[in-house]
């Protein structure tokens, strides 16, 4: 059984952790291993760590940053599969899935790589006589990383590679559910030539995450994860004086106008529905049927998941794997059974789904509700897993009318062959994240991702030019070097 411990300074920390976790491989629900819990003091440590590397780390060369970011995105290039084979080990989503995870992380170390043009500043002549003034971009220091199971490569990649690129020192605090990922990038980091410190990984809980929100040594925080524990965290940070953003939770709407492919249709609701059995935040998790729409989707949904094979990921026909812990399979199964006590139609049954897998692991076949009312708990709350909610509406007033009620605000996606009712769409979604004719729209690297409302509290989003804002803070110099002379006056100094 492997052991899962902190990484502080570019090498294991060998102390004595009191406290730990386990890990469990979700397609056969033996533990495979155990992972260390960090308290304030490992956090203190890693601070430390981080602190003392930030002195020379912050103010190293663009060139020499932007040069172990090429060798991080070589390595990272030519280890994918290792990386996603330890994805899909603790995660239980199947092999290419893991490695599309790993191809978005990548996109960011190479955005990261352009840091030298993300970072300048501006110039202006002559603003007075004689005088300039320009603006540098500075790094804030000691910044922190808390992610969630769901993307264990991708989520960490959308955040350090741009932290470190602009010259900040990192410390990650990755789930406990599938930590190794975490450990492995650090090692890779480390063979690119990452000075000691400059990324750590500190594992644990509740009480590790609260001693980094906590330490003063820390200037900001980036989270992604579930919307209470996003509020809860923006609220803390906040009150400690750092700069923070906060990624919650998400009920992405695909909206299908009734002029829109069907076959296209299903074959992206069920691409985005069970892929990664649902458990990922730009899943589609409810369906919106304009008009006649409705009936004919039901089929081709139900045709389509007949084929899908609910599978391990070392099986390589596999589609789809287990949910990741046997608790979070029941309350997802769970929802089947609240949906129809609440009068929605379960138009598939993904508890009578063929699984090929071993009994012992977290299983829950695909699930489709039809007929769904936006006051069922089934649409109310973020399932995150394989069901579907379909809701029939009139038209596309009602469509987005549900959409700016709905408290989530992450992606949303229409069907259409129109294009006037597709720039409609993007107009008036209220969502941060739109896809037209696609389901999942994650914004490329040189974007940036973030959703609204609920599912992001803080100014700006991650990764991409917000995540440059994010990591930098702008400062502003106005300097004389002609012209200058005894004067003396008290008045308010005026431009001339
Ligand atoms: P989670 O909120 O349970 O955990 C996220 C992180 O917070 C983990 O590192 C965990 O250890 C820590 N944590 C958990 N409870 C905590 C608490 N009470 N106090 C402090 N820290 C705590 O989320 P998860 O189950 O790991 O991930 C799934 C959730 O993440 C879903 O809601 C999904 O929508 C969301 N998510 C959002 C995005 C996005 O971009 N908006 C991306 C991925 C996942």
Known sequence: MDHVTHIINNTQWKGTAERHGTVYNPATGEISATVDFATAVEVDLAVQAAASAFATWGTTSISRRTEIMFRFRELLSARRAEVAQRVSAEHGKVLNDALGEVSRGIEVVEFACGIGQLIKGEFSENVSTGIDSY?????????????????????????????????????????????????????????????????????????????????????????????????????????????????????????????????????????????????????????????AAGDLIVEKIRERVANLKVAPATDPAADMGPLITRE??????????????????????????????????????????????????????????????????????????????NPYGNGAAIFTNDGATARRFQTEAEAGMIGINLPIPVPVSYYSFGGWNQSLFGDLHIYGPDGVRFYTRAKAVTARWTGISHTQTLNFPTNS
């Not at 559910?177 to 990452?194: C, H, Q, W």
């Not at 977290?362 to 973020?382: A, C, H, K, T």
């Open 135 to 291: 603006s540098i971009r500075q790094p804030l220091g000691v910044v922190a990383g808390i992610t969630p199971f769901n993307f264990p490569a991708m989520v960490p990649m959308w955040m350090f590679p741009v932290a470190i690129a602009c010259g900040n020192t990192f410390i990650l605090k990755p789930s406990e559910k599938d930590p190794s990922t975490a450990v492995f990038l650090a090692g890779l980091l480390k063979e690119a030539g990452l000075p000691d410190g400059v990324f750590n990984v500190i594992h644990g809980d509740q009480m590790a995450v609260e001693a980094i929100l906590d330490h003063p040594g820390i200037a900001a925080v980036s989270f992604v994860g579930s919307t209470a524990v996003a509020h809860a965290i923006y609220e803390r940070s906040a009150r400690a004086g750092k700069r923070v953003q906060a990624l919650g939770g998400a009920k992405n709407h695909m909206i299908v106008m009734p002029d829109a492919d069907m076959d296209i249709v299903a074959d992206a609701a069920v691409n985005a529905g069970y892929g990664s059995a649902g458990e990922r935040c730009m899943a589609i998790s409810v369906l919106v049927a304009v008009g």
């Open 328 to 405: 979070h399979r029941d309350r997802v199964a769970s929802y089947l059974d609240s949906g129809v006590k609440e009068g929605a139609v379960l138009a598939i049954d993904g508890r009578l789904h063929q699984i090929d897998g071993d009994p012992g692991g977290y299983w829950l076949g695909p699930s489709l509700f039809d007929n769904v009312m936006p006051q069922m708990e089934i649409y109310r709350n973020e399932i995150f897993g394989p069901v579907l909610s379909m809701l029939r509406v009139a038209d596309l007033d009602e469509a987005l009318a549900l959409i700016k009620s």
